[in-house]
């Protein structure tokens, strides 16, 4: 992952810090977090960490995702209406919200991979029991405790990745760790296309229990957090956690077996001989308060951690963040998650011909077709859904063009990763935000196929770009201390976003098929008006 001439500069600096850390046990010196991680090296260990943290972030992106490729075929099975697949779309965003902060306490006080092991083991139990629901009450109940429980492992994750790494590589390990959510959204539609077309299906008790391809894809999706699991149980516990919660013996077992497999030494040759903390008095008396507070006042605490965002000097600059935050993630995960279904719609607009007597059709000819019947059918004739619905082929273009779009997110970002520093880092969030917003208007008058992915693609590249520089504003205009509250209340206000825009996506779309368009125009709009008082971050700010 990194260059040869890298590693066998590292080798030699643990060599040189092994003569003077030995020197310093000799006058009986201890040596603290980034001293003793460093000593430890970079190799071995740290490659198959980096690795063994794929199938957990897969899991992560799977949780959100993968009912919008579900949703399409599975509406005579469920008997659902529009409403109700942006409910099951949402469901997953309200349980990550909801359970944020319990999953913050066990973080802090349980550590990190013991919450790891436990949310990836309970989120794929969970999908297992999603893959059996046999109608929409079972399944969106289930949905809605795998958010409850990816929330923990979600916000963890990272953490626990770069919590075994030095300065030097900490955030070249981070930024390596982030492509996998983007390999993850090619890889998804790529199962979708191999699994859900196929003709598998079996049923018991006289039909009552159904189990056919889009049960067998949920199946295979709960696959990583199982993975996730298994692999955490050869991993250790985060030796920056062990330290701050006063386990330095453990933490020091850490040490050495991170430098054996590094190096190739015997544990015992590790030159860190000693821990410190970077206030030893403080640290124990805070880890003793930790152990004896209940969980009340454990909640207490926690607000007192958060009430400073909504005082001068930072309300004003939070508030704003959090309010872009919202209707960013709002505008991307909306289109995001009702993509399939909408290529789903126009390419059953064109194999079944219902261009007739249209001439050119645009995308609101293509989604307001008799294809759409169905689901105004379930509300009026309940007892006679089952034999009305008309099922909709699988057709292959649908992930085909998923496929193509996350492609297209991969590169965007690495692109923009490169503008951020010429052109500047409100530049590049204003631009992200104005060029989806026009994309969004045009999508009502897209002429073909073709258009809609070209504007689509832009869309999501540009959206995800934005998401991402907004965490970026997030920690430059917040203080240390109130950077890592700060960037966790955003997200959570924009999970609170996803779940209201998928919710009244549906909605709007029953209204007339510009109505939708228009909302996220309008939100992208309102952020791009928003961004340009985002001020410029303080040059130092401690």
């Known amino acids: 992952m990194f260059n040869d001439d890298t590693k066998e500069h590292d080798e030699e600096k643990v060599e040189l810090y092994s003569r003077s850390a030995g020197d310093s046990n000799e006058l009986n010196i201890s040596h603290d977090f980034d001293e003793a991680i460093e000593a430890a090296g970079y190799g071995l260990f740290n490659v198959l960490l980096i690795l063994a943290i794929l199938p957990g972030a897969w899991a992560n992106f799977f949780d959100t995702t993968v009912m919008s490729y579900v949703l399409p075929v599975a509406e005579c099975d469920l008997q659902i209406t529009f409403f109700q697949k942006g409910m099951l779309n949402a469901a997953v965003f309200a349980g990550m ?24 083991c309970c989120d794929c139990i969970c999908n297992i029991l999603c893959s059996m629901s046999q109608n929409f009450y079972v399944l969106l109940t289930f949905k809605f405790l795998s958010g409850c429980i990816m929330s923990g492992p979600y916000a963890v994750n ?80 985060s030796p920056r956690f062990l330290m701050s919660q006063g386990r330095s013996e453990e933490a020091m077992e850490v040490f050495r077996r991170i430098y054996a497999m590094n190096t190739g030494k015997a544990p015992e040759t590790f030159p860190v001989k000693a821990l410190r903390q970077d206030d030893p008095k403080r640290k124990t008396e805070a880890v003793d308060t930790s152990r004896r507070a209940s969980v009340w006042e454990k909640i207490r605490n926690g607000g007192a951690q958060v009430m400073p965002l909504f005082q001068k000097p930072y309300f004003c600059h939070f508030l704003l963040i959090i309010t872009i935050q919202f209707g960013g993630l709002l505008t991307l995960n909306t289109l995001r998650l009702w993509m399939p279904q909408l290529f789903t719609l126009m390419e059953d607009f064109k194999h079944k011909k219902h261009n007739v007597g249209i001439g050119r059709p645009t995308l609101c000819n293509m989604i307001s077709t008799p294809s759409n019947s169905n689901f105004t059918t379930y509300d009026e004739i309940n007892s006679t859904m089952a034999k009305t619905c008309d099922v909709v082929p699988v057709y292959s273009r649908v992930y085909i063009n998923s496929i193509i779009l996350a492609i297209t997110i991969v590169i965007a970002c690495s692109i923009a990763g490169s503008l951020v520093n010429r052109i500047g880092k409100k530049n590049l969030l204003l631009v992200a935000f104005l060029i989806p917003a026009v994309c969004a208007f045009l999508l009502n008058w897209s002429p073909n196929s073709d258009a809609t992915l070209t504007l689509l693609a832009i869309y999501m590249a540009s959206g995800n770009v934005s998401v991402t520089t907004i965490i970026s504003f997030t920690v430059d205009l917040m203080p240390t201390t109130l950077r890592a509250t700060a960037v966790t209340l955003a997200m959570a206000a924009g999970r609170i976003g996803a779940m209201f825009g998928n919710l009244l996506f549906p909605l709007l779309l029953s209204t007339g098929c510009m109505a939708p368009f228009i909302f996220v125009g309008g939100f992208l709009l309102a952020c791009f008006s928003l961004s340009i008082f985002i001020p410029k971050p303080p040059s130092r700010l401690m």
């Open 158 to 237: 990272m953490t626990y990745l770069a919590e075994f790494h030095s300065g030097k590589y900490r955030s070249k390990v981070v930024l390596w760790a982030r492509l996998f959510p983007s390999l993850g959204s090619i890889v998804l539609p790529g199962l979708a296309w191999i699994v859900i077309p196929q003709p598998w299906s079996f049923t018991l008790f006289n039909g009552t229990f159904v189990y056919n391809s889009w049960r067998i894809f949920i199946l295979i999706c709960s696959m990583p957090a199982l993975l996730g699991f298994i692999i955490l149980r050869f991993l250790p516990e």
């Open 97 to 120: 919200f909801t359970a944020a902060f319990p999953w913050g306490v066990l973080a802090d006080t349980k550590g990190r991979r013991t919450l790891l092991r436990l949310g990836y």
